[in-house]
């Protein structure tokens, strides 16, 4: 794998996490304050919820 790739994947990703803080700080607080309810069990299915969009979203990027 390429490391310019990875870099560039790296800021991709902080680029799109700081766009919800950045627009609707009061919108992101509110949530973040909804995740610390959260149980561990429930962090952990959203956590691997989202790791398995990724893995599906890179193999179907992968095909084409």
């Known amino acids: 794998m390429d ?3 990875l870099w560039t994947a790296l800021a991709l990703m902080l680029v799109l996490e700081g766009l919800f803080p950045f627009l ?3 919108g992101w607080r509110r949530t973040f304050m909804k ?3 959260l149980r561990d069990g429930q962090l952990r299915f959203f956590g ?3 790791i398995a ?3 599906v979203t890179l ?3 992968s095909l084409g």
């Open 3 to 5: 490391t310019d790739v």
């Open 24 to 26: 609707s700080p009061g």
């Open 35 to 37: 995740l610390i309810e």
């Open 48 to 50: 691997l919820r989202s």
């Open 53 to 55: 969009i990724g893995l």
């Open 59 to 61: 193999w179907v990027l």
